[in-house]
């Protein structure tokens, strides 16, 4: 009958194990690769953020104009551009809950929303006002727009294809 130490020590003795310069190489290889996807990772996180940031702002907008004709009253969706960046509804009741945008993202938008930008809505669900808005980040080349047009409301996003800075136009908006 074989005991336990005796298998133990036979196992022990074999060597069947990694030696400290295995342990330290595969560290090393590890960390080789860590450093080069650490700046893939963090666009991928920049790009995800200006992605969420234009969600944010659409579904907002729209659920303003569905509470405008739900309520039967005008209503307004106000987006704050400095920190902290939230999105707010007047009357309260028109936007169930506010909203708040990352940071780490750079709003910018046509003049004719205003300053800050808002979108009013008629008890129907129309605007008076069009515009567009572009969400984008400094650590990364994404840019989303969201386009609203005049009348109806109808609103659109896509991929910003102008300049990082400057002025905003909805013609450069490219629909997916």
Avoid: W
């Amino acid at each position: 009958m074989k005991r336990y130490s005796d298998n133990y020590s036979r196992i022990k003795s074999n060597g069947n194990g990694f030696t400290l310069i295995e342990i330290l190489s595969a560290l090393l290889i590890l960390g080789v690769i860590a450093v080069i996807t650490m700046p893939n990772l963090f666009n991928l996180m920049s790009h995800n953020r200006v992605k969420e940031g234009i969600a944010t702002i659409n579904g907002a907008i729209k659920e303003t104009q569905r509470q405008a004709i739900r309520l039967g009253k005008q209503c307004e969706i106000v987006i704050s551009t400095s920190s902290p960046k939230t999105i707010t509804g007047a009357p309260n009741e028109c936007l169930l809950r506010q909203r708040e945008i990352n940071d780490n993202i750079i709003i910018r938008h046509t003049t004719s929303l205003g300053t800050p930008p808002s979108v009013l809505f008629s008890a129907k669900g129309t605007t008076t006002n069009s515009g567009t808005i572009v969400v984008s980040s400094d650590a990364t080349d994404t840019q989303r727009c969201f386009v609203i047009a005049l009348g109806l409301g109808i609103s659109r996003t896509g991929n910003y294809t102008g300049a990082k800075t400057g002025a905003v136009s909805a013609g450069e908006c490219e629909t997916e």
